[in-house]
């Protein structure tokens, strides 16, 4: 599992590079894409497709090539392989037949965001990409808005002004954002401003590769609520009218009523955070 850069070619470990002269052929995402960074290193190592529609179909081949005693090396089309990319299956079934699988560390574009994001104290939780229809991206938002981590997206070009209009709506308008665009290209930009601010910030942008981290609920901010107390009120929420869920999580927790209001007006997101 070979990392490869996410922009800049100069981000590949010399490790990655004695790794791909020596495979006997390179599993690559997109083989184009893949043979130009090979050329650039003057690696002559054959890539082969794997992408996520022939997965499954090429590992039964790339199994029996690895029967053969022959060494494979998989590469995504940036970064970390099997990271929001192909890989998994592979590694499942090379594991599962006996086969070392072995990962070369390398370029990750989440890591790479989260370093200079200036939100990774607290921890991160990594969902990458959310899913395309805003109906699904909210029910999955919802069940994360009352985590204390960052939480970490990958964003689609054509995606991310519609995605940020549900991050707002879901998350509330208050809490920051990092917005890491374009990085380690020529391009590469860093902007953080908070969730309300973000659709005008991104509307002065030009299109690229983004990667979103918003910062967790607050829990400084909060109103000293238990963590037992807040982990009730927010499946209340998911299931039951605002007032219900408040009033059963004050039965339940014996918490003050008026604080869990609070809190579940900010966990619906009509509050700032
Ligand atoms: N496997 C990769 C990794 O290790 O980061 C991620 C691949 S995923 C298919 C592609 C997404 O990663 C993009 O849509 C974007 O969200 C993020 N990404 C990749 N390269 C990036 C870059 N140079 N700058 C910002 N985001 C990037």
């Known amino acids: 599992m070979v990392a490869t850069p996410i922009g800049n070619l100069r981000d590949i470990t010399l490790r990655a590079l004695d790794v791909l002269k020596e495979a006997d052929i390179v599993a690559a995402e997109d083989t184009r894409t893949t043979s130009f960074l090979l050329r650039h290193y003057g690696i002559s190592t054959r890539p082969v497709s794997l992408h996520q529609h022939n997965e499954q179909k090429k590992s039964e081949a790339i199994l029996a090539f690895l029967e053969e005693g022959r060494k494979v090396a998989l590469v995504s089309d940036a970064g970390t392989?099997?990271?929001?990319?192909?890989?998994?299956?592979?590694?499942?079934?090379?594991?599962?037949a006996g086969f070392e699988v072995v990962p070369i560390p390398g370029a990750n574009a989440a890591i790479t965001a989260l370093s200079a994001s200036g939100l990774s104290g607290n921890g991160f939780v990594f969902q990458g990409f959310l899913p395309a229809k805003s109906s699904a991206r909210k029910k999955v938002l919802a069940s994360l808005k009352a985590l204390p981590q960052s939480l970490v997206f990958y964003e689609a070009p054509h995606r991310i002004a519609d995605c940020v209009t549900d991050l707002c709506e879901v998350l509330g308008g208050g809490?920051?954002?990092?917005?890491?665009?374009?990085?380690?290209?020529?391009?590469?930009?860093i902007h953080s401003c908070t969730l309300n601010d973000?659709?005008?910030?991104?509307?002065?942008?030009?299109?690229?590769?983004?990667v979103v981290i918003v910062e967790g609920f607050g829990i400084e901010e909060k109103t000293g609520l238990s963590?037992?107390?807040?982990?009730?009120?927010?499946?209340?929420?998911?299931?039951?009218?605002?007032?219900?869920?408040?009033?059963?999580?004050?039965?339940?927790?014996?918490?003050?009523?008026?604080?869990?209001?609070?809190?579940a007006l900010k966990m619906r997101g009509s509050a700032i955070v």
């Open 81 to 96: 392989p099997a990271i929001s990319d192909p890989g998994e299956y592979l590694v499942d079934c090379a594991r599962h």
């Open 227 to 263: 963590e037992e107390a807040e982990r009730v009120l927010g499946i209340l929420l998911d299931a039951l009218p605002l007032n219900q869920a408040v009033k059963l999580a004050s039965s339940i927790s014996g918490e003050n009523r008026n604080a869990l209001y609070e809190l």
């Open 198 to 210: 973000a659709p005008s910030w991104l509307s002065s942008q030009q299109k690229g590769e983004f």
């Open 175 to 189: 809490r920051r954002v990092v917005f890491c665009r374009e990085l380690t290209k020529l391009y590469e930009t």
